[in-house]
């Protein structure tokens, strides 16, 4: 029953490293996101994706890349760390990627922080 | 523009009564979905219920139900005899049919349930 595992589950990155967040389900999804979440305001879509080797940008996308080379893995990779990306991150995948009444699935998260 | 509101950062309830926790968005697509998620200290992401808008009934879930007030747009969760174990944040979120590879989440209200 694992569901959505995200890996790691905390991290300390210094200023301009790079490193990337996983996640994987065996649910055989299609449709995979990720967000961050941050003190007062909610969870906040960063990137998504409707089915393998398609991805899309979400509302703050900016300092993330993504790909999705299989249906199980949606990686999240962070190019140069900020201290604005210190957050928590969740992976959520979904069933159907257009139905409107599909349940999302998410990780238990990954505590971030940028030094 | 904000798509899904919560006004209540913060609610404190007595055990085994009644709460009600308020959201309401925003959306021209008449085909939406709306969720409520429950996130413990412990920080997992739980689904709680779900309201389709073409839905006649509010939905009900055990002791969670929607409020489901479509002219208003409002999606109100209700949870009747509250437990210790509701103290958590909650969280209401959307998908619109157009959209509807995303899910957008409001800010999210901490409820503290007191013995």
């Known amino acids: 029953n694992a569901g959505v595992t995200q890996t790691p589950k905390f991290q300390v990155l210094k200023t301009g490293q790079s490193m990337t967040l996983q996640c994987a389900q065996d649910m055989n999804h299609e449709y995979m996101s990720w967000y961050r979440q941050d003190p007062g305001m909610g969870l906040r879509l960063i990137h998504y994706s409707v089915g393998a080797g398609i991805t899309d940008q979400g509302e703050v996308p900016n300092g993330y890349n993504v790909s999705r080379s299989t249906t199980e893995d949606f990686p999240l990779r962070l190019l140069s760390a900020a201290p604005s990306q210190t957050s928590v991150y969740f992976c959520?995948?979904?069933?159907?990627?257009?139905?409107?009444?599909?349940?999302?699935?998410f990780g238990q998260g990954t505590r971030l922080t940028v030094v | 523009a904000q798509k899904i509101t919560q006004t209540q950062p913060g609610m404190f309830v007595q055990e085994k009564e009644a709460v009600t926790l308020d959201c309401t968005y925003d959306t021209s697509d008449p085909s939406y979905g709306l969720f409520w998620y429950k996130q413990p200290s412990s920080g997992e992401m739980i689904f709680l219920i779900y309201q389709g808008s073409y839905d006649q009934q509010n939905a009900t879930e055990g002791r969670y139900s929607l409020n489901f007030q479509k002219a208003r747009k409002s999606a109100n969760l209700v949870i009747s005899a509250s437990q210790l174990g509701d103290s958590a944040m909650y969280f209401c979120?959307?998908?619109?049919?157009?959209?509807?590879?995303?899910?957008?989440f409001g800010q999210g209200t901490r409820l503290t349930i007191n013995p």
């Open positions: 979120a959307m998908r619109e049919g157009k959209g509807a590879q995303k899910l957008v």
């Open positions: 959520a995948s979904s069933a159907s990627a257009f139905r409107v009444g599909t349940e999302a699935f």
